[in-house]
């Protein structure tokens, strides 16, 4: 079965506000820069090292303010000891937040994985609801972390909005708007179907890699020619096909 899409009924022109003078509404446009996207990393991955989707969850939950290899360096022991909600209401808060100490906003991410734990086993059986609702309804879980784990554990064609996400919607004149809901649902509107799926993380990687924040590599970025974003510098000749390379580390 196709993966559920959360694309709203309607498709209205995208907003006409942003940093880019060119044609943002273009369809041919903004297919060509996800058929570029798709060639370049067809199966692109996240960075999140887990093992099910209750790691999964749990991973996104540490996070947040956070680097996915920060992360993944104090998850490497802890998930090999505490894979389940239940192990880890068993490993108890203290052990967590000595396991976790590196993480900014250990305590409280602490305390939200113990509490989102016990619920899951009060309410859910053990298991990461695949519905939207009830993941928000568990702590420390927002709309960014339930877009994450429904794309990436359960294969629905969610967008959440990282920092990452929302400066390169804006540099490609994707989406604008001044909210990360504003950026996601702008996002849903212009992105063609078969691309939604992929395009939270081609978009988180190519602003992680390439788009960066303060120097965006334009010189090796595979979207120079369609890019009009006044933060690009490269203004000649897009790079010849050979020097092209992988959005994708
Ligand atoms: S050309 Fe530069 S500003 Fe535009 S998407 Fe590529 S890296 Fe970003």
């Known amino acids: 079965m196709p993966p559920k899409s959360t694309r709203p009924a309607s498709t209205p022109a995208p907003p006409s506000r942003g940093r880019t003078t060119k044609s943002k509404a273009d369809p041919a446009r903004i297919a060509e820069i996800f058929r570029r996207f798709a060639r370049a990393n067809p199966e692109p991955k996240g960075e999140l090292e887990h093992v099910n989707p209750y790691t999964l969850l749990v991973a996104v939950v540490l996070s947040a ?15 090999k000891v505490a894979s389940t909600p239940a192990k880890m209401v068993a490993l108890g808060l203290d052990e967590l937040q000595e396991r976790i100490k590196t993480i900014g906003l250990y305590r409280n991410k602490a305390k939200n994985v113990i509490a989102l734990s016990e619920r899951l086993l009060a309410e859910h059986g053990g298991h990461v609801p695949k519905d939207r609702e009830a993941l928000e309804a568990l702590p420390g879980v927002g709309r960014k972390t339930a877009n994450v784990v429904l794309n990436i554990a359960f294969g629905e064609s969610t967008l959440a909005v990282d920092t990452h ?23 849903l509107k212009v992105i063609p179907e078969p691309y939604l799926r992929h395009a939270h993380h081609w978009l988180i990687l190519h602003g992680r890699y390439i788009c960066q924040a303060r120097k965006p590599r334009c010189n090796v970025c595979i979207l120079s020619d369609l890019c009009t974003s006044e933060d690009k510098w490269f203004h000649g000749a897009p790079p010849k096909p050979a020097a092209m390379q992988k959005v994708s580390p």
Do not use: C
């Open 65 to 79: 303010q956070a680097t996915d290899a920060g992360v993944n360096k104090a998850t490497q022991g802890l998930f």
């Open 165 to 187: 996400v929302f400066r390169v919607a804006h540099r490609l004149g994707l989406a604008a708007g001044k909210t990360p809901l504003d950026v996601e649902q702008g996002l």
